[in-house]
């Protein structure tokens, strides 16, 4: 089991490098940063400042100042704000993921009992009407089911409001729609999960015992049922914040979605660098963890 | 059971009986009203995309103050000339859309080939050879799957500069690895079977052995895939240009009407509500034959 754990450690100090190495090149890719941040000067100032700034020097050396910078939480200043980057990025942190948490909260709670109900009562109505909300749930684009939220709930009926992320009330309609986005796919995963555990030997065993049907959902199948949910529900987190992207624009919702929306507008690298970092390192953290208690729930991969 | 001999015995060649096979799930697939509801919803985008000239009423760019904010035909205002109302200066939403299908299908259907080229191409690699080329592969997948691939298109496109190339080659790069654990996990399984060995035995070089023997076997699941790809890119694509990075101003694409719309969805509901129904049906139509797809093409049904 320890072995198991250093190689996964390992494996994670490799694709942080790797992150790094992608986040890095962001900037590298973009053409001349110089140029972005002084458009107007002449080249013999641009010269200046790109030996003073060190992207004169050869690729790897930067790399590894890049790193080495990124460490210290020095992203390089923003090229519009004029402040440094990588706070920039942190303050507005907290609001994408409680979005994001909120978010995947309301898809799990509707997922697991649908999900659940569907594979128990296969073909029923409830299960025939689930299938048909998935496909419809995984064909509708993020931000037009944000818009049509909208257009029904603030613009016609005047319930909530249009956008923001003041009170409760504007927190409904982005939770909904990024909850939506993705709700489909945690749906399938619960049933088809479900599905595949309920006829199991030992379920039959439980369920010839004489317990109550309940029972056996809850304490035998679900149990079990609940592994590939685990691994999806990580790696929906990286999905999830893609679609945070989407809806924090749509809403007008003050995270780091708008940050590097705009920032991207702005031709504003550094932010989008620092951004993508910060993002793709919780990310990277959330898999391990989520990988962890894999292993932690799912004694069988241990021996292996 | 009756006793069937596997597809891959040794006496059989690389490709045994497939027309059968195919017209089998051809039946399989027209069976099911979804599905045809699907196909013929497909049939008519593509229709529209490659006929847009000639499909859509007017022209996607003429503009007509006068006729600005004018509403779908079924609503008070609404006239027969503009079916599904004008924008806000004055462009048919119905020709909008019938020309942006052409972007749309276009950069899915680019995106999808890209993706399945480094795909397949890497998973193969990764599956066959196995060891520190696999390690390597996989190594690579993971750091891709830390990004969510929204932003990593985002900032690539943003850097490299808007165009319908970048898009493509973009959307590309971030979605192939899909294509590479698929095609690696079967390669995974069909590296066991007799005729593998067979072949091997035979004296078939490992290229060989990979191009001709092991890939043909793993196309059912690389079409299933590209397909529900395909509806994976045009909705990534319409993300990007409703965020601002599309591929231009040129002509339409339903993301950028979508952005556009929204900032008068007040006053004029329709200008965001229908290119969204195109996106919504176009994929739609796309998982429900992809879905068949996958049941029909499956061997072990």
């Not at chain 1, 990025?89 to 309301?106: I, Y």
């Not at chain 1, 993705?182 to 595949?196: K, N, Y």
């Not at chain 1, 015992?209 to 990580?234: D, M, Q, Y």
């Not at chain 1, 999905?239 to 590097?260: C, N, Y």
Request: aromatic fraction near 8%; hydrophobic fraction near 55%; charge should be positive.
């Amino acid at each position: 089991m320890t072995a198991l754990v250093v190689r996964r450690l390992l494996r994670l100090v490799v694709v942080c490098v790797g992150v790094s190495l992608v986040a890095f090149s962001i900037l590298q890719v973009s053409g001349d940063p110089v140029s972005l941040m002084l458009p107007e000067a002449p080249d013999s100032d641009r010269d200046v400042l790109r030996q003073a700034m060190g992207f004169n020097d050869p690729v790897v050396v930067q790399f590894v100042r890049f790193v080495g910078n990124a460490f210290r939480g020095d992203f390089g200043k923003s090229f519009f704000h004029r402040t440094p980057a990588l706070p920039l990025v942190l303050e507005r942190m907290p609001t994408t993921l409680t979005l994001t948490v909120l978010a995947m909260a309301l898809a799990l709670a509707v997922a697991l009992p649908v999900g659940i109900y569907s594979a128990v009562r296969r073909d029923s109505v409830v299960d025939h009407a689930a299938t048909a909300v998935v496909f419809l749930g995984q064909s509708m684009p993020v931000f037009w089911t944000g818009i049509m939220l909208i257009l029904l709930f603030a613009v016609q009926w005047r319930l909530l409001p249009v956008s923001g992320w003041n009170d409760w009330s504007s927190l409904v309609l982005p939770t909904i729609t990024l909850g939506t986005f993705s709700a489909p796919l945690l749906l399938r995963i619960v049933r088809s999960s479900m599905l595949e555990v309920i006829n199991l030997d030992y379920v039959r065993t439980a369920r010839a015992k004489g317990l109550s049907e309940w029972f056996v959902i809850c304490r035998h199948a679900l149990v079990n049922a609940a592994l590939p949910l685990v691994t999806v529900t990580g790696l929906q987190f990286g999905l999830l914040l893609g679609g945070a992207v989407i809806t924090e624009t749509v809403f007008a919702v003050p995270g780091v979605g708008r940050l590097i929306v705009n920032a991207i507008r702005q031709l504003d690298f550094p932010v989008v660098q620092a951004a993508v970092f910060v993002l793709a390192m919780i990310i990277v953290l959330v898999n391990f963890a989520v990988d962890m208690l894999y292993v932690y729930l799912n004694p069988q991969i241990r021996v292996r | 059971m009756a006793i069937t001999l596997p597809r891959d015995t040794v006496v059989a060649p690389a490709e045994p009986a497939r027309a059968g096979e195919r017209s089998r799930a051809l039946r399989k697939l027209a069976r099911n009203p979804a599905t045809l509801l699907g196909a013929l919803v497909l049939l008519v985008v593509i229709g529209s995309a490659v006929g847009a000239p000639w499909v859509a009423p007017h022209d996607s760019a003429t503009q007509s103050l006068i006729r600005r904010f004018t509403p779908p035909v079924w609503a008070s205002g609404g006239s027969a000339a503009h079916l599904l109302g004008t924008d806000q200066v004055g462009r048919d939403i119905l020709s909008r859309i019938v020309h942006g299908a052409r972007t749309s299908l276009m950069v899915g259907v680019s995106a999808v080939l890209v993706s399945v080229v480094v795909g397949v191409g890497l998973g193969l690699l990764s599956g066959y050879l196995g060891g520190h080329v696999d390690t390597t592969i996989m190594t690579v997948v993971d750091i891709t799957l830390s990004f969510p691939q929204l932003l990593l298109a985002l900032a690539f496109v943003a850097a490299l500069g808007p165009s319908l190339l970048t898009i493509i080659v973009v959307l590309g790069l971030t979605g192939w690895e899909r294509y590479a654990r698929v095609v690696r996990a079967e390669v995974l399984a069909l590296r066991e079977k007799d005729f593998v060995e067979a072949a091997r035995a035979m004296g078939a070089s490992t290229s060989r052995m990979i191009v001709r023997h092991v890939l043909p076997n793993t196309f059912s699941s690389i079409i299933v895939l590209s397909t529900l790809q395909v509806a994976q890119a045009i909705l990534q694509e319409a993300a990007l240009s409703f965020l601002g990075v599309g591929s231009g101003r040129a002509y339409p694409t339903w993301g950028q009407m979508i952005a556009l719309g929204r900032d008068f969805v007040t006053v004029a509901w329709w200008l965001p509500t229908f290119p969204g129904l195109a996106i919504l049906v176009t994929v739609l139509a796309i998982n429900l034959v992809g879905d068949r797809l996958r049941d029909a093409l499956d061997p072990r049904v």
